[in-house]
Structure formats: C-alpha cells, structure tokens
C-alpha cells in the first residue's frame, strides 16, 4: 500500500522525501523516513518517479521526486487493484455480518 500512496501523494504535488512522510502522517498513518525512502528508491530505479533538485530555504538543496508516464500508469494500475480488494474485503465482512 505505501508505494500506492507515495505515488498518489507525488501525483498530487512533487515532494521531497521528508516532505512526503509528513504528508502520509497527516493522514493518520505512522511512518518513517526509514520506511519511505526505500520506497522512493525503488520507484526511482523502477523509473516511477524521476528526481530533480531545488532549492532549499535552509540548508542544502533538497532531491525533489515527480510521477514519470510510467509511474501515472503503475499508479492507475495499482488504484484499480485496490479498488477491487477494498471491494472483496467489504463484501467478505458484509457476509461475515449477515
């Protein structure tokens, strides 16, 4: 799930790492850096996101992540996927109900 919503938050806005675990804690999930970045990593080298550099107002310049073609595409993908199990899983606990 978390590369789904790491590139749906990168669709949303381009981000930086840090930025994109502050986004994904506002939404009331507990990540870290330590989890996040392996999956920018690995978006990256799957050509997912491509990176950029821009100015930081304090300190270094920060690695800036944006959506490839490619990554639109994984992502639309990956929404459907989920999509369809949120489905299942609710019509499982629907029958468990009944």
Do not use: C, H
């Not at 938050?9 to 999930?29: K, N």
């Not at 992540?65 to 990956?78: K, R, S």
């Amino acid at each position: 799930m978390l590369p789904l919503l790491v590139l749906q938050l990168i669709q949303q806005e381009e981000s930086y790492g840090y930025e994109l675990v502050e986004r994904l804690t506002a939404l009331d999930l507990e990540v870290s850096t330590g989890l996040v970045y392996p999956v920018l990593n690995r978006l990256e080298r799957d050509s997912l996101v491509t990176t950029f550099s821009r100015s930081s107002p304090s300190g270094p310049p920060r690695k800036y992540f944006a959506l490839t073609a490619a990554g639109a595409i994984a992502l639309a993908v990956a929404r459907q996927q989920w999509e369809q199990t949120a489905t299942a899983v609710s019509e499982a606990i629907e029958l468990e109900r009944e």
